[in-house]
């Protein structure tokens, strides 16, 4: 058994500075700045053109964590960038006892069951103080770095999966515009209208905190979807969330069906994806909104690949601060402009896109990180 030890006697936290939000800019001529939305993909796309501090430039290599939403921690990859608020960067300040590339690896860990553990009826928060008290296995140096050893070679695998993935989500984009033209410059001249046109059934905001408390969550039962469930738009069938059947048919207003859109609606604002399980009945959560469209005139796929050329745009979309507490509400989706081409055209596209899929689901890029995760459980679970 190794010794176990708390993380604040051995690491350096730098958290991030309150930039001025009216000085972030687009212009690439001035001072990359990162922020949280930018930790796991690894560059940004937002500057800064006021003065600052050298202690606040993060460098290739560094290890950053997200405080909010999801507590994500990765190595930086993009030229050096300053460091926002709500981001802090973490480092062994015994590098003669931890290891940088063990800690990285021991904390994405530990991250992850605080994140777990973290109340799913509000926004989730993390302190300097919370990583400071988190108690890590410290093996011998040796151990340490034979560890991130195998964990490096397992993870260039998992990543050569990703790629693979990326290539054919590329793929996907460039179809998108060969067929309707890049939807912000909008070269087609597609007829714009608000979203609101093609509601079906509408939108709708999950249950409030005090209508789905944490506790009445489940091991098992009808399947609750989460931002979780949402990755690069597209769904993941995988419930990590219950409630009882007694629960749901209490609040199946909320239901959820093949076909519908969640979006997410705080946190990380504007994540979203169609909605196509194999579970049965499901929920929404508190932290999204469910949108259902009329198919006869807008199809879902299209839709949300629609918006990801809006990405930027309907993250703009949302009330609260710059960086602070922010969310979505079903207003925003209501005035939202969008164009629909004619209903063969989107399901040409579908079409198209559900064979990518077809050859994207043969990588398995999901057993791939289960494997790793495995992994990583199996090594830090102390013995």
Not at 109 to 134: C, G, M, P, R, Y
Not at 239 to 250: G, H, R, T
């Amino acid at each position: 058994m190794w010794e176990k030890v708390r993380l604040g006697e051995y690491v350096d936290i730098l958290s991030g500075f309150a930039f001025k939000s009216n000085l972030f800019t687009d212009e690439s001529t001035y001072t990359a700045l990162i922020r949280i939305r930018d930790i796991k993909r690894g560059y940004t796309e937002t500057f800064y053109k006021g003065e600052y501090k050298e202690e606040y430039l993060i460098h290739k290599g560094d290890f950053l964590i997200g405080m909010d939403g999801e507590f994500n921690i990765a190595q930086w990859t993009g030229k050096p960038s300053l460091l926002n608020q709500r981001v802090c960067k973490v480092s062994s300040s015994k590098p003669d006892k931890l290891d940088n590339k063990y800690l990285f690896y021991v904390l994405s860990t530990k991250l992850k069951k605080i994140e777990d553990k973290a109340s799913f009826v509000t926004v989730k928060h993390l302190s300097v103080k919370d990583i400071n008290s988190i108690e890590i296995p410290l093996p011998p140096l040796p151990v340490q770095q034979r560890i991130a050893d195998k964990l490096d070679k397992a993870d260039t695998l998992r990543r050569k999966d990703q790629e693979l993935l990326k290539k054919y989500d590329e793929l996907a984009q460039a179809i998108f515009v060969d067929m309707f033209g890049d939807p912000v410059k909008n070269e087609k001249g597609w007829e714009r209208t608000t979203l609101n046109q093609f509601y079906d059934k509408g939108v709708k905001c999950g249950p409030f905190g005090s209508a789905l408390k944490k506790e009445e969550f489940s091991d098992q039962g009808v399947p609750v979807w989460n931002m979780d469930n949402i990755q690069n738009y597209e769904f993941i069938d995988i419930p990590y969330l219950y409630v009882s059947e007694e629960k749901f048919d209490e609040l199946n207003q909320y239901e959820v069906n093949n076909g519908d859109i969640i979006i997410s609606r705080a946190g990380t604002v504007g994540k979203m994806c169609v909605v196509e399980t194999k579970h049965g009945r499901s929920l929404l959560s508190t932290n999204l909104i469910k949108l259902s469209l009329r198919n006869t005139d807008l199809l879902p796929l299209f839709f949300v690949y629609l918006m990801k050329f809006f990405s930027k745009r309907l993250g703009r979309l949302k009330t609260g601060g710059e960086d602070g507490f922010t969310h979505m509400n079903t207003g925003v989706l209501d005035r939202l402009e969008i164009y629909a081409p004619s209903l063969d055209l989107q399901h040409l596209f579908e079409n198209k896109i559900k064979l990518i899929n077809a050859l994207k689901a043969k990588i398995n890029v999901e057993q791939s990180e289960v494997l790793f995760q495995a992994l990583l459980h199996q090594v830090f679970k102390g013995d």
